[in-house]
Nanobody, 122 residues
């Protein structure tokens, strides 16, 4: 079992930045691909970014390319999502999740955090 806890969300103005963290416990995350997803009110949960086990490969949704960066520190059992140039449409609950292999679909992820709220508003 892997327990995931996100942090770092909050209220930020358009154009601002936030760094989300996802701290894992129970098992080392080095055996999992780690993904970030988000869910806005009334919408389905959607893929944001994923990073491979070693961190050598990342993939991001087109809507966040050039603005969001996913990294991981396996020694700290933590994954990060650096978000810049934030827009109001980025407002959502952001979740981190662990999967056995690199994937962008919700159904392939076995473990989920509780989420952290990100609100982009002036």
């Amino acid at each position: 079992q892997v327990q995931l806890v996100e942090s770092g969300g909050g209220l930020v103005q358009p154009g601002g930045s936030l760094r989300l963290s996802c701290a894992a416990s129970g098992r080392t995350i080095s055996r999992y691909a780690m993904g970030w997803f988000r869910q806005a009110p009334g919408k389905e949960r959607e893929f944001v970014a994923v990073i491979s086990l070693s961190g050598a490969y990342t993939h991001r949704a087109d809507s966040v390319k050039g603005r969001f960066t996913v990294t991981r520190d396996n020694a700290k059992n933590t994954v990060y999502l650096q978000m810049t140039s934030l827009k109001p449409e980025n407002t959502a609950v952001y979740y981190c999740a662990a999967a056995a292999s690199l994937d962008t679909t919700v159904e392939e992820y076995d473990y989920w955090g509780q989420g952290t709220q990100v609100t982009v508003s002036s």
